[in-house]
């Protein structure tokens, strides 16, 4: 296993669209280690091929710090509902912004076994998927902002100060 480099902001790789994973080879399944090692290395709750600079239709998640999801050809098959909120990106350091997201995902995608499953997820999970997915597709969260991206420790201090 391996920390990648997280690639940022204005990088070309972020805007394009990736590609099928067609088979899963022993590559695929170190990238996906690798990607988890960097997610938990840098506190994130997900994290997408396209931001460690290879162009697979391929993301993690993990909203609990326990227990981590692989998703390979990920499709989003329903949502609804409606949820804003900040959301920030490891691509986008030290800021967030405002987005409006489905408050309700339901989503089919490939394991690393090669086995299809279908989760239903609610609040941070359904906009965590949403959030990745939307990398596999070129989007970045920045172009969903309502308003003005902030600093992150501006973002502290207010709620602090709202506590």
Excluded: W
Aim: proline share 3%; net charge negative.
């Amino acid at each position: 296993m391996a920390l990648r480099t997280i690639r940022e902001i204005g990088d070309d790789v972020l805007v394009k669209n990736c590609k099928e994973v067609k088979e899963i080879t022993p590559r695929i399944k170190e990238l996906v280690e690798d990607m988890l090692e960097t997610m938990y290395e840098a506190n994130g709750v997900g994290l997408a091929a396209p931001q460690v600079g290879i162009l697979k239709r391929i993301f993690v998640i993990d909203v609990t710090g326990e227990d981590p999801m692989v998703f390979i050809n990920p499709e989003i098959l329903e949502t609804s509902g409606e949820q804003t909120g900040y959301e920030g990106c490891l691509s986008v350091p030290g800021k967030s912004g405002i987005v409006t997201r489905a408050n309700y995902v339901k989503a089919k995608a490939t394991d690393l076994d090669g086995n299809e499953f279908i989760i239903e997820g609610e609040e941070l999970l359904a906009r965590a998927i949403q959030h990745e997915n939307d990398h596999l597709n070129g989007k970045m969260y920045v172009d969903k902002v309502e308003g003005e991206l902030v600093d992150n420790e501006e973002l502290i201090a207010q709620q602090e100060e709202e506590e």
